[in-house]
């Protein structure tokens, strides 16, 4: 059965390079038969946070705010696309998931990095692991990275060079992991109700 699967974006830069990964992913997913949805933190567009979605009274949340968390509370799995930024995560995308909290709750996440270096975002994908357990969320131990991006992707999102072609490889392990997890949390969902 297909699972719908968000793929989150976070950068707000003129020349970024990560939504090539994000491309990716998307089109990879629904190669597999999957429902992929890119959230783009900055199409989103959503304030510094001052109020999480769960402090406005019913119906009255930004239009933008309420239509994310009502496909982040009907998603299977989510899919975390993150640059580096001085060792750490990206502002953008780690906004756009503060507004939100129990709407994560109960499903698997997986976290994949870029940068235009060697490393690939390795540190800024690390510091995801303790935020989105924190948000409720499984975080799946396969990894995808690229690095230098431009060394990986093109600007379309295809695989180029040994690179892209490394990318290919991982990218099925990736894909089965995050299929295994979010099996189990439907089932599990299913069998008994969360515990709050």
Known sequence: MPSKILILYGSYRRDRAGIRFATYLVRRFEERGDMAILVDAKSVGLPILDRMYKEYPPGEAPPAMEALAQDIRSADAFVFVTGEYN???????????????????WRPAAIVSYSAGRLAGVRGNLAWHGTLSEMGMVVISSTLTAGPISDVLDETGQPVGKGGEALERSFSRFAEDLAWWTAAAKNQRALSPPPY
């Open 87 to 105: 060792w750490g995560v990206q502002p953008g995308l780690k906004n756009l998931t503060d507004h939100f909290l129990e709407e994560w709750f």
